[in-house]
């Protein structure tokens, strides 16, 4: 009996020291499978960095280009901000530029459609203020083609602040305080020229950069996850983001027809040719996390939505934009490479500074 016992243990001890090294070989074999899958992935996501860093399309953003005949100067910028604020350019004197692009909404308004002063709907989407400073040609659809043209387009606009341009000139000399203002930014004081260039300089101050991804672009490898290295390849390559997205401020400068259905004639208004029917500017990618609703009509609430509307081609209108139509139809993206581009398209949000309501001149 005793020795069918001590066979019973040496058997059981066998086996289970059997059963440990097997279990040790398969955990051996596991990791290095695992590791093999990790160096593979590294493998392309090496790759992926070399091929993303040599993309010319992609450039990290510089600095906002300051007209020589507009100087950024400590006056001028003071005077464009309290400009920036005050609703006494408006014709009823209750609305201000910052009514529609408030620091506090990513310099625009949160609404889909802007309020026009009767207190009725606009057609567009206030487009924000950050980095408008880089655009060649400012609105959605081209119609201004310097900032300080654009500042002076909705303060006369009938539907915006309806003030025309003439009256103001009488109406800053008649506030206390803004004589003195104008004549140390400018030489020859109150003119109208003075008050566009005055808003736009201000204008070129609201920037969002130096964010993760320009700091990938300029060589630092690990400013990005791997997550957003996957999403920025996407954005790159078959998202088409890059298409129309790209250059120093994510834009083209140019004018498209996504395929939104909307009574809002585009570029038509300033080219009036039937081709530029629909069609609007690239907007910029930079801030995007501060700026919803999304499109020039307001009509998507979150990147979420706006990835799946390129994801299914946009929408049907006539006179949609070819490239649109040949190459958009439908992207086909996974979930998973949803998710990484939107993680990318997060990067971009970075920090818009936040400027505070200055005192205004002739207010108690």
Not at 201 to 223: E, P, S
């Amino acid at each position: 009996m005793k020795k069918i016992l001590l066979l019973t243990c040496l058997l059981s001890i066998s086996l289970v020291a059997c059963s440990s090294a097997n279990s040790q070989e398969r955990s051996e074999a596991d990791n290095k499978i695992k590791d093999l899958a990790v160096s593979e992935q590294n493998g392309d996501l090496d790759e992926m960095i070399e091929s993303l860093l040599n993309n010319e399309l992609l450039v990290p953003i510089g600095e906002v280009p300051i007209p020589l005949d507009n100087p950024m100067t400590t006056e001028v910028l003071e005077l464009g901000k309290i400009l920036f604020f005050d609703p006494r350019l408006s014709g009823n004197n209750e609305v201000s530029c910052q009514t529609c692009h408030d620091p506090e909404l990513g310099y625009g308004d949160g609404k889909a459609t802007f309020t026009k002063i009767d207190g009725t709907e606009g057609l567009r989407n206030s487009p924000t203020v950050i980095n408008s400073g880089f655009y060649t040609r400012l609105f959605w659809d081209g119609r201004a083609e310097s900032l300080e043209a654009q500042a002076l387009g909705p303060i006369q606009d009938p539907g915006e602040m309806n003030q025309p341009l003439d009256e103001l000139v009488d109406k800053l000399h008649a506030i206390e305080g803004y004589e003195e203002l104008f004549l140390a930014a400018f030489e020859d004081g109150i003119t109208i020229e003075n008050v566009g260039k005055a808003l736009a300089a201000f204008q070129r101050l609201i920037v969002v950069n130096d964010t993760r991804y320009d700091q990938f672009l300029k060589g630092d490898r690990h400013a990005l996850s791997n997550e957003e290295i996957r999403g920025l390849d996407l954005f790159a390559g078959k998202a088409f983001c890059i298409t129309c997205h790209h250059g120093e401020n994510l834009t083209d400068n140019e004018f498209y027809n996504l395929g939104i259905n909307s009574d809002d004639i585009g570029r038509f208004a300033v080219t009036e040719e039937d081709r530029d029917l629909g069609r609007i500017r690239t907007p910029g990618l930079y801030g995007i996390t501060h700026t919803a609703p999304y499109m020039r009509d307001g009509s998507i609430e979150t990147l979420e939505e706006v990835i799946e509307f390129y994801n299914r081609g946009g929408d049907s209108h006539p006179n949609k934009s070819i490239f649109m139509t040949m190459f958009m139809s439908e992207l086909n993206l996974t979930a998973d490479e949803k998710a990484d581009l939107l993680a990318f398209l997060k990067v971009l949000g970075g920090e818009p500074p936040i400027i505070e309501k200055p005192t205004l001149p002739g207010m108690k």
